[in-house]
């Protein structure tokens, strides 16, 4: 890391201890039901077409709403609507609504299998703003990930409705493209970047796969070499352009210090800001960081109370918790990460800039960090 970049960190530790410290709630996630109409290999919330969880009523999540407007200082707070699969609720557009009504912004993450020309014009009326498609190669890789032959062609049709709504109305929908790379799609990621560019899409993300749900028992995960061949693509296409002069903005995601490539694969430095920016309410009542961040001991409560039900077939409780107050007297172990300085992070020398690697890849608060960035691209 050359000087520049090493002082921008320096500069870069003051503001995050500042908003540490401040704890604003900007961005709020909504699992909205833990159905799903795909059986992903990846999947790390295990989540299956009939679920034990009951989805959370509409009107429950609207109350936390109420709850947010009235405590939280932070006036500009994105919600992002997730699962599961969201587009198996007809509900979203109620939702939707009310978010706007709330004041704030809100958006979905889809696997596409069922959006339509219409359901999209019901969402963008909703209020919609955002929205993020999952599309890991062409239609082989796609589908070896998804597990369903009809799966490439309907996120690609997904694709093609907000592209084509974003040339006629530019940024009234931030849109993009999610793909998390394993080793059978690696090599096919110069193609597909080509692809999407042709396709129109401007802005890009690339997951890697942790083991965590279903890719916890699927051999997913990139080795050293692997990983590196990756964040290199990352590197050359956030410089690239194709033959006709046009690009696309690739951004890895927010996981993990990356050492020399800090900057490099990305816009920002790594920040893992699960519950000091980041909460979210899941489908089962529970209070939490993002949503990949499921471990017992890093839920800071429930919104039911801790008696509420969670199976289908009984009725949850009222909601009897404010998420606020759990929001504001809470989270103090994912504010302060000083717990997780053991094990190889122990003596690390990349401490104060990588504070024990994102959350979601602790399963709790004892055990070592399932892996390490620095460590995969850094060290033989």
Same mark, same amino acid.
């Given at each position: 890391?050359?000087?520049?970049? #090493?002082?921008? /960190? ?12 401040? /704890? ?19 999947? +790390? ?6 679920? &034990? ?18 405590? $939280? ?22 939702? +939707? ?120 028992? $699927? @051999? ?24 006709? +002069? ?32 980041? +909460? ?16 017992? @001991? ?7 109370? @801790?008696?509420?039900?969670?199976? #289908?077939?009984? &009725? ?12 504001? $007297? ?26 024990? $690697? ?23």
């Amino acid at each position: 890391m050359d000087f520049s970049t #090493s002082f921008k /960190h320096f500069l870069f530790r003051f503001y995050r201890k500042s908003v540490t410290k401040k /704890h604003r709630l900007n961005y709020l996630f909504w699992e909205c039901t833990l159905r799903c109409n795909l059986n992903c290999l990846h999947c +790390g919330s295990d989540c299956l077409k009939q679920s &034990e969880t009951q989805d959370m009523p509409a009107a429950d999540f609207i109350k936390v709403l109420d709850d947010i407007k009235l405590k $939280n200082p932070e006036k500009r707070l994105s919600v992002c609507i997730t699962g599961g699969e969201p587009l198996l609720r007809n509900d979203l557009e109620d939702v +939707g609504k009310e978010i706007i009504k709330h004041g704030y912004n809100w958006g979905i993450v889809t696997n596409g299998m069922l959006i339509t020309p219409q359901r999209f014009v019901s969402l963008i009326n909703a209020g919609m703003t955002s929205m993020s498609f999952s599309i890991d190669g062409f239609e082989k890789e796609h589908t070896y990930l998804r597990q369903n032959p009809q799966s490439y062609k309907r996120v690609c049709a997904g694709i093609k409705l907000a592209v084509d709504f974003q040339k006629k109305y530019g940024n009234r929908l931030i849109f993009d493209v999610i793909t998390s790379v394993h080793k059978k799609n690696l090599d096919i990621l110069p193609a597909l970047r080509d692809d999407l560019i042709e396709r129109g899409v401007k802005m890009w993300r690339i997951f890697s796969i942790f083991p965590e749900g279903r890719a916890s028992q $699927n @051999d997913l995960s990139l080795s050293k070499e692997e990983y590196k061949k990756m964040m290199d693509f990352i590197v050359e296409t956030r410089s690239y352009k194709d033959k006709q +002069g046009r690009s696309i903005l690739l951004n890895y995601a927010c996981e993990g210090w990356l050492g020399n490539y800090e900057l490099k694969a990305r816009d920002y430095f790594f920040f893992c800001r699960g519950g000091i920016n980041v +909460g979210s309410v899941m489908c089962d009542g529970s209070i939490g960081a993002c949503l990949s961040v499921r471990g017992k @001991d890093f839920i800071q409560g429930n919104i039911y109370g @801790d008696t509420h039900n969670k199976t #289908s077939g009984t &009725e949850k409780n009222e909601v009897s918790v404010s998420f606020m107050d759990v929001w504001n $007297n809470k989270f103090q172990n994912l504010r302060d990460r000083s717990w997780a300085k053991h094990g190889k992070c122990k003596k690390c020398k990349q401490w104060n800039k990588c504070m024990g $690697n994102g959350l979601h890849l602790h399963h709790d608060m004892e055990c070592d960090v399932a892996h390490c960035n620095y460590e995969l691209l850094h060290e033989n």
